[in-house]
């Protein structure tokens, strides 16, 4: 029978680049799936796919692996390799300002080979939607599951990506953490949305969730979305057991103009963002989340790349553009607003630009009349 002792598996993977290692059993996450379930009956997860879509499989490994009996599970925290916004232009979530899970899949992949030269099975998962990872890594001893659903580790807080290995081998388990987050409130507070809630997140009012979904953004949030295009991180930088991480980082802010987001051609967009989870990976989303940012941002140097949208090929990006215009400028841009309702046609464009319009509390005049939202 094929052995290796759990010291060996930790120091190789702390080696490849993990900064947190743990050691579970493969067997089913119980409570896991009763939260996916709750929440998901509950309306909770909203438009999220992810694990939601098949809770059985994302909370027993042994759908995936039938022959798994112990789970590696493998850590990194990015934060200290993800530069801070700048003050102006585009923001995007810390977890994504690279891939950062390319250290996640070299550490998980260090890991299964050195299993698999002791002459066990492996398999490696790493942003699977076939494992429920933080509630791996919470069993693995990581850390504990706190209010933000986010697991928060010692000296790293929230800033973790986690990958998963199975393997055949049976493992001396980590000693699972009790702890939890107290009376600490830090980041439901902080939350712009309210999307944390005594019951969990509810991906309903979630910034994150809705700049990965595909169609229209709900236009009640996109003032709250602010410079973001992808990810929000105002749950992780207020949480506390982020802090020692938080201070560490030495990176200068990064700035990434509306104006180049805007004027790039989708082909360069998706190339330097081809890490990001872009539904069907179709550019019109990126551009989508670009513009309403951008319309936040109310950047004079924003606004001539937002007009040149008017006339994009897709009125989902035109939708958007309009109530991006009427955002940015307010009363100023009703001309050219009301302009473009004497040209567009498409339904769905014409509803944005109407709303836009209404935004800006101005008298309608002219020939269309402006349909009752």
């Known amino acids: 029978m094929a052995t290796i002792d759990a010291e060996t598996i930790k120091t190789v993977a702390l080696r490849a680049g993990a900064d947190v290692v743990g050691i579970t059993s493969a067997a089913p996450f119980d409570e896991a ?18 694990t939601y879509d098949d809770p059985a499989t994302a909370s027993d490994v042994r759908r995936t692996f ?16 993800a ?40 398999g490696v998962l790493v942003d699977d939607n076939r494992l429920a990872d933080r509630a791996a890594a919470a069993r693995a001893g990581i850390g504990w599951i706190g209010r933000s659903t986010m697991v928060l580790s010692p000296g790293h807080g929230p800033w973790l990506l986690f990958g998963s290995v199975a393997t055949d081998l049976v493992l001396e388990e980590s000693e699972p953490m009790r702890r939890t987050c107290g009376t600490c409130v830090a980041c439901v507070t902080a939350c712009p949305t309210a999307a944390i809630t005594p019951d969990g997140l509810d991906a309903r009012r979630c910034i994150s969730t809705w700049l990965q979904t595909p169609g229209p953004i709900p236009r009640w949030i996109r003032p709250l979305i602010e410079r973001r295009i992808y990810g929000c991180d105002d749950c992780l930088t207020s949480c506390p057991p982020g802090s020692p991480a938080m201070a560490s980082v030495t990176l200068q802010p990064s700035e990434r103009s509306f104006a180049e987001l805007l004027g790039s051609a989708d082909t360069e967009l998706m190339r330097r963002f081809e890490w990001f989870y872009v539904p069907h990976r179709d550019p019109r989303f990126l551009r989508r989340n670009i513009l309403v940012a951008a319309g936040n941002s109310r950047e004079p140097s924003a606004v001539d790349p937002i007009v040149e949208h008017f006339t994009h090929r ?60």
């Open 83 to 122: 530069p801070p916004p700048e003050r102006t232009g585009a923001v995007v979530g810390r977890f994504a300002t690279a891939n950062h899970y390319q250290q996640v899949r070299w550490a998980a992949a260090a890991v299964a080979a050195e299993l698999e030269r002791a002459g066990g099975a492996a």
């Open 33 to 50: 799936l009763l939260t996916i379930r709750e929440r998901k009956r509950a309306g909770m997860a909203g438009p999220l796919h992810f």
């Open 66 to 81: 039938p022959w798994a009996r112990s789970l590696v599970v493998v850590g990194c925290n990015y934060v200290t390799r």
């Open 314 to 373: 897709s009125s989902l990006v035109r939708g958007h553009a309009y109530w991006a215009l009427a955002r940015s400028l307010g009363r100023p841009a009703w001309t050219e607003l009301r302009e473009r309702h004497a040209l567009e046609t498409a339904p769905d464009a014409i509803v944005e630009l109407e709303a836009a319009l209404l935004m800006l509390r101005v008298p309608v005049e002219g020939s269309r009349p402006l349909t009752v939202l």
